[in-house]
């Protein structure tokens, strides 16, 4: 999706969520939406996912080295999407019925994704280093959402080969849009902390593409 057809409906949902706003993160762009959920909803949610999709723990390899990731992730999709990341090449398992009526009010706004990665940060030690959601199976220009539920936490951007820097908290119900040129010129993080702090679920909505 091309920056200025994503503007146009990052708009139409700013005009319809009185909690929200848009981020600039240049030259692209993302919407916050602190209350795309209800809290009753988000909290029915976050117990579907916790109860219903197969988590795990995979090895990732990077610079050379294995390491187990520092959270618990599971993959959903569309049964012929393949996803390719530090190692892995991951198969999707079904949607359920919640995730997939949450996919529908996506598209419904306009914003088609054919899977999700799910992380599962079970308190402070959990975490997520820099990276940019720019794998070749995602496209040139790769729209994410964000929806997260649970405990409130810090979601970092830096520019690559810049001084830009952006933080905002995400609440739980909160739904964060970000458009394909931030993949390619920033990363991001969830960094670890030492507080004490509660479950997090993030369902990253992705459009992922069959490479040959």
Request: proline letters at 5%.
């Amino acid at each position: 999706m091309d920056e200025r057809t994503f503007r146009e409906r990052a708009k139409d949902l700013l005009a319809r969520h009185s909690r929200s706003r848009l981020v600039q993160l240049p030259p692209g762009c993302g919407l916050l939406v602190d209350d795309w959920l209800p809290p009753d909803e988000a909290d029915a949610l976050m117990g579907h996912c916790l109860e219903s999709l197969q988590w795990e723990r995979p090895h990732v390899r990077l610079f050379g080295r294995e390491y187990r990731i520092p959270r618990r992730h599971a993959f959903v999709g569309d049964a012929t999407v393949r996803y390719r990341w530090s190692g892995l090449e991951q198969r999707p398992e079904a949607w359920t019925p919640p995730l997939a009526a949450l996919r529908e009010r996506l598209q419904a706004a306009g914003f088609a994704f054919n899977s999700i990665l799910v992380n599962h940060y079970r308190n402070g030690a959990d975490g997520m280093g820099w990276h940019a959601d720019n794998e070749r199976e995602l496209g040139e220009a790769p729209v994410v959402a964000t929806v997260s539920l649970g405990e409130v936490r810090r979601l970092s951007f830096r520019e690559r080969g810049g001084e830009g820097r952006e933080a905002f908290d995400l609440p739980s119900g909160s739904l964060l849009l970000t458009s394909g040129a931030v993949q390619h010129h920033w990363q991001h993080q969830i960094a670890k902390s030492r507080r004490q702090l509660g479950a997090r679920i993030s369902l990253t909505f992705r459009y992922i593409h069959s490479i040959g």
